[in-house]
């Protein structure tokens, strides 16, 4: 009955435990591991398939590939991961029970623990934990047939041990041998697919709740409110770290993440030259040098390009994929839905006429080629227009403005630009007048200038009223390091985790008990 009871108390905790695993990911980091699905692409196809039969782990990787691309469904990767980390957990305990009796849970749950802290990594696969758990079971069958026979069960157990190698490995000791999870990555993460999936609304909620300000989310930032036609309105109200807050770098000292998503606002734009050099170069250094979200960019791009042979190879590459297989059909150039086919229309309405000899780091050119092409730009003309006033270039500001915006009436944001501009060249009255500027925006601008030079240049008393104002930000932005501060939706989702936690190691301790 004692031995029953048990029983029932493990699978219990065992349940428990799973349970544990799956709300960790699922509320704690489910867009690392949507991240994860979309940096590979398994391809249902003899060459690829046969590959992994040419390496050592070739079960392992094979499995771990392919339960990966299911990651990219909703619960699918916290499921995945609770049930391979349980497996895991399960063969630990097995390997150990004969040795320590119900003491077997302390070491298992902390191999369970190690194990999901690997899993927390972006590099860490899934195979190696799959891996682990394969050696185990090895272990487990060699045992077994020693203890029943010696003589038959050494040469089993040998054989075992060299087939096993060949279907698991060693394990993946290549990665790091501990993780922890990184709260902020996956922030930047969480911002990174929920764009990529066009839900605005949690983008937005995502940018209001958060704390962490960076490049990269002043980015996404300013990228929504263009989709909405709303970056001048809004371009004040956000942290924006000069024009790094429009276009992110890519340069050697970028991370492949950084570089894969400054290809978003370049293909916003309709400059596909741009787009493809960054999603190309992004896709080179991640870290298996693929993945399905990369190559239906370049498929995008190709086929908003009209080059549908260049297409075709990426499109065919989908074909062979379980997840994108329905994606890539809707796209076959002849078999394009119809609104594939007006979404098409709408991007190549965008595309330059002309081609023109640039460097990849003079966005001012890219953006006045655009311009010069398509005048009717609208974001395009945002983004050059804020990209001067961030970086205070308030002469290039001026020509821009004259030469692609003139006939718009302004913007609040860009009357105060110009403004500046004509304070500084000290501009007679009747020349103001021909900016069609506001008269309230020149009102305050003489206000915001008595307060400046009555407080001699002191900005604390202009913040309060002015803080949002582009006059505010010219006299007072400079570049500073931000501290990410992001611990409260740390400590709100972890109190999901700490209830079923504490259950599980209850029911560990019961087992435990005499």
């Known amino acids: 009955m004692k031995a029953c009871r048990r029983k029932y108390i493990e699978w219990g905790a065992a349940g428990i435990g799973a349970l544990a695993l799956f709300l960790f990911f699922f509320r704690i980091l489910p867009y690392h591991l949507f991240h994860r699905e979309q940096t590979?692409?398994?391809?249902?196809?003899t060459e690829p398939l046969t590959g992994y039969l040419r390496h050592p782990a070739a079960l392992a990787r094979l499995s771990g590939d392919f339960l990966t691309q299911f990651f990219y469904y909703e619960g699918g990767g916290p499921t995945i991961m609770a049930v391979v980390l349980l497996l895991w957990g399960v063969v630990v305990f097995r390997l150990l029970a004969p040795y320590m009796g119900r003491w077997a849970w302390i070491p298992t749950v902390l191999a369970v623990a190690w194990e999901a802290g690997r899993q927390c990594g972006l590099s860490y696969p899934l195979s190696g934990t799959i891996a682990l758990t394969g050696i185990g079971g090895i272990l487990l069958l060699c045992r077994s047939c020693m203890r029943r026979s010696w003589k038959s069960g050494l040469p089993v157990s040998i054989l075992a041990v060299l087939s096993g190698y060949w279907l698991f490995g060693c394990g993946d000791w290549s990665s790091r041998w501990y993780n922890m999870p990184d709260l902020g990555r996956e922030y930047l993460l969480a911002l990174d697919s929920e764009m990529y999936f066009g839900r605005s609304e949690k983008v937005?909620?995502?940018l209001a709740e958060g704390e962490y300000r960076s490049p990269f989310t002043a980015y996404y930032y300013?990228?929504?409110?263009?989709?909405?036609?709303?970056?001048?309105?809004?371009?004040?109200?956000?942290?924006?770290?000069a024009s790094q807050g429009l276009f992110l770098p890519v340069a050697p000292h970028s991370t492949y993440l950084t570089i894969y998503a400054a290809n978003e606002v370049w293909f916003a734009l309709g400059d596909m030259t741009m787009a493809e050099h960054a999603a190309i170069l992004g896709m080179i250094f991640s870290p298996h040098h693929t993945g399905?979200?990369?190559?239906?960019r370049l498929a995008e791009i190709n086929l908003v390009n009209g080059d549908e042979a260049a297409a075709m190879k990426y499109l065919r590459l989908l074909q062979k994929t379980m997840c994108y297989r329905d994606w890539a059909e809707r796209r076959i150039p002849g078999k394009q839905t119809a609104e594939v086919c007006?979404?098409?229309?709408?991007?190549?309405?965008?595309?330059?006429?002309?081609?023109?000899l640039r460097s990849s780091a003079n966005i001012p050119l890219s953006l006045r080629h655009l311009l010069r092409n398509n005048p009717d730009n609208v974001l395009a003309c945002d983004y050059l227009l804020c990209f001067d006033l961030l970086n205070k270039d308030i002469g290039a500001f001026a020509r821009d403005y004259q030469e692609f915006a003139a006939h718009r009436i302004p913007s609040r944001l860009y009357a105060e630009g110009l403004l500046v501009y004509l304070a500084g060249n000290k501009s007679p009255l009747d020349e103001v007048r021909k900016w069609n500027i506001p008269p309230q925006v020149l009102d305050e601008f003489g206000d915001y200038t008595r307060?400046?030079?009555?407080n001699g240049g002191n900005g604390a008393s202009l913040q309060a009223k002015y803080g949002k104002t582009y006059w505010f930000y010219f006299h007072y932005a400079t570049m500073k390091k931000v501290e990410v501060i992001y611990d409260e939706r740390w400590n709100r989702d972890m109190k999901y985790i700490q209830v079923v936690v504490e259950l599980l190691l209850c029911c560990c301790l019961y087992a435990c008990s005499p």
Do not use: C, H, I, S
Request: glycine share 2%.
């Open 292 to 296: 399905a979200r990369a190559v239906k």
């Open 451 to 454: 307060l400046y030079e009555a």
């Open 204 to 206: 937005r909620k995502l």
């Open 342 to 356: 007006q979404w098409l229309e709408r991007k190549r309405l965008l595309l330059p006429a002309t081609d023109t």
């Open 40 to 45: 590979q692409l398994f391809l249902l196809a």
């Open 222 to 241: 300013n990228l929504l409110n263009a989709q909405q036609n709303r970056l001048p309105d809004w371009l004040m109200d956000g942290y924006q770290p």
